[in-house]
């Protein structure tokens, strides 16, 4: 069953998740937004209802939220959202783009945003509030920890393992079996064939490690 969603946040990201959830024909109750000068303004036709406080006045029953909150390298702000409104007994939907094409024993976890062309293979596992961005590719066995973003066009090889709350940047490439550490981020464009550590950045051809 398709609960009405409200949406956390009126960015960019937000604009790509409303054609998902449209094409989806999921109705879309609004969105919230930290900031008070967005209240009352439209994002592609969506009515901004105001801030976070507006979700109370929705049963945790009758609704879902998705998680509109994007990111250009590791953000916690999108993980903070998703577990603050998860204390408070929220669900969250998992949107899959219908021009996604997703293997059939792909487990896909709440809250997991599939977005337009990506692909992923047969053995993945894809965590809580991750994104698997525009375009992008996970190949065969690979796992995506919670709240982790892949972004546009990324291509990761077989069995590659990705960290809660890590970032691969837009165009980056990751190499078959390597592990990526919970809080790092890999660039964009990057080429990554060493494990890349837990809270480290890295960039380049070959990747290697930088300051954060």
Do not use: W
Not at 6 to 19: C, D, M, P, S, T
Not at 97 to 111: F, N, R
Not at 164 to 192: D, F, M, P, W, Y
């Amino acid at each position: 069953m398709n609960y009405p969603v409200i949406i956390l946040g009126a960015g960019g990201h937000a604009k790509v998740l409303i054609g998902a959830l449209r094409l989806q024909s999921i109705e879309i109750l609004g969105i919230v937004d930290a900031d008070p000068e967005k209240k009352n303004q439209l994002l592609l036709g969506v009515l901004v209802l105001g801030g976070d406080s507006e979700i109370m006045k929705y049963p945790v029953e009758k609704i879902q939220l998705v998680n509109g909150i994007g990111s250009v390298r590791v953000n916690p702000l999108r993980r903070q959202l998703f577990e603050r409104f998860k204390s408070k007994g929220y669900r969250f939907a998992s949107i899959v783009h219908p021009s996604a094409i997703i293997a059939d024993d792909v487990v896909l976890s709440e809250g997991a945003q599939i977005m337009a062309g990506a692909v992923i293979q047969a053995g993945c596992h894809i965590g809580i509030n991750a994104v698997i961005n525009t375009g992008s590719v996970v190949d065969h066995d690979s796992h995506i920890g919670d709240h982790a973003h892949i972004a546009p066009g990324a291509t990761l090889s077989g069995g590659v393992r990705v960290g809660e709350n890590a970032h691969v940047g837009t165009g980056a490439t990751v190499i078959q079996g390597i592990k990526i550490g919970r809080n790092s981020l890999v660039a964009a464009g990057a080429v990554v064939i060493r494990d890349v550590p837990d809270d480290t950045t890295v960039a380049g051809v070959p990747a290697k490690e930088g300051l954060k």
